[in-house]
């Protein structure tokens, strides 16, 4: 008998897959350099120059079993060390590798962060507007996803909400910064407030609430924004980090969890991933993928095009009259719709082959979400199509 909660996903795929898919089928109509497609977050820069030559270096001269053989259960050694320097060099915080466990990309850290810290019926916070795969990501582990309501003033956190969700059910809490789909970094205050709250709700309910940190976009952050470290504020701290956005390597899968030295039995959690590994199959990471990234963890690709992209779309979008709270980072945008429901704006808008995603299903109705990880080119020229849906539209 097949289980019938996966075939009940079946008929709730993820809207930006589906809008992804779309954007496809008419390019191959029209030509997809026709199609302003804003759907999925796909890194769109090349990867840096030292991470190429280091593959072309291992693959040449490396022997071939360190390269494609099994790494151990918690990564490989060397690579954990040098991240966990990394970190330390730019945070200030005394990682070393017993707080280090690599994992494939972001989302398999998250599902290692989950386990850690929850049983089944447990509870885990989230703020909207939130990524909409963290529904099944820990859904699935019996946990329970409850999300905050957002604060569409700033997309900061919305503390009044967050405190009256905040019970003794509540054991972790997960944050995204920068934010996708806002485009927002949390600021020191709220951070501080958000920690404060954190350390007095733990004492009061008698156990610990963790901050899980989803970091994917911690590496594109806008000049003059404030993107403070998520783990200086709390120790109760787990970040779940990816090279995806910051090397363009998506399909690469490597990232890792990193325990705030300062948790208590952060040691222990780390080995703990490694068990935790046995039972959802993840089973490490490629090593070579491993190797790579530890000859260029201070590196990133030329990210400086994201930048370009938002401030031709945030001004073009005000000026169109559209309310928008203005990205400190990433590649998205999160525009309020100009009409109550955002599925029906952004069904009108496909007539002009614009591909935008309906806030919906970020928990935020009303709102759309545009990835502009594209060429700068193919944004600008996207804007004669967005100025004429408004006007033929809604004007």
Do not use: W
Not at 66 to 78: D, E
Not at 155 to 170: A, C, D, R
């Amino acid at each position: 008998m097949l289980v019938q909660k996966y075939k009940d996903m079946l008929s709730g795929k993820s809207v930006i897959r589906e809008l992804s898919e779309f954007a496809t089928a008419r390019g191959q109509e029209i030509g997809y350099e026709n199609v302003f497609d804003y759907s999925l977050g796909n890194p769109s820069v090349p990867v840096p120059q030292a991470f190429t030559d280091e593959m072309i270096h291992m693959l040449t001269d490396r022997e071939s079993n360190a390269l494609h053989g099994y790494s151990p259960s918690l990564g490989i050694t060397g690579v954990r060390e040098a991240v966990a320097a990394s970190l330390e060099k730019r945070f200030g915080l005394p990682y070393r590798k017993e707080h280090i466990f690599m994992a494939s990309g972001a989302a398999g850290a998250l599902a290692h962060a989950f386990r850690l810290v929850t049983e089944p019926g447990d509870e885990i916070l989230t703020f909207a507007p939130y990524f909409p795969e963290y529904g099944p990501y820990v859904n699935l582990t019996g946990a329970v996803l409850k999300v905050v309501p957002p604060d569409t003033e700033s997309f900061q956190i919305h503390f009044g909400k967050f405190e009256e969700m905040l019970t003794g059910k509540v054991m972790a809490v997960l944050i995204n910064t920068p934010n996708n789909p806002s485009g927002v970094a949390y600021s020191a205050a709220t951070l501080r407030k958000l920690a404060d709250l954190l350390r007095e709700k733990s004492a009061e309910y008698g156990h610990t609430i963790y901050l899980i940190s989803d970091e994917p976009y911690r590496e594109i952050v806008f000049s003059g924004v404030e993107a403070p470290c998520v783990s200086a504020f709390y120790d109760d701290t787990i970040m779940c980090y990816s090279f995806s956005k910051s090397l363009s390597i998506p399909g690469e899968r490597i990232g890792y969890v990193a325990v705030n030295p300062r948790c208590r039995d952060a040691e222990t959690m780390v080995n703990m991933c490694g068990q935790i590994s046995r039972g959802t199959g993840h089973n490490c990471p490629p090593s070579i993928i491993q190797l790579a990234v530890a000859k260029v963890l201070d590196q990133t690709a030329d990210l400086s095009v994201y930048e370009t992209n938002m401030e031709i779309l945030y001004r073009e979008l005000v000026d169109l009259g559209f309310t928008c709270v203005k990205p400190g980072g990433t590649f998205y945008i999160f525009p309020k719709a100009l009409e109550e429901d955002a599925r029906a704006f952004c069904r009108k808008a496909l007539d002009y082959d614009l591909v935008l995603v309906p806030g919906d299903t970020f928990g935020a109705p009303g709102y759309f979400r545009m990835a502009y990880c594209i060429a700068t080119e193919k944004v600008e020229r996207s804007l004669k199509a967005l100025r004429r849906f408004v006007e033929e539209t809604y004007r």
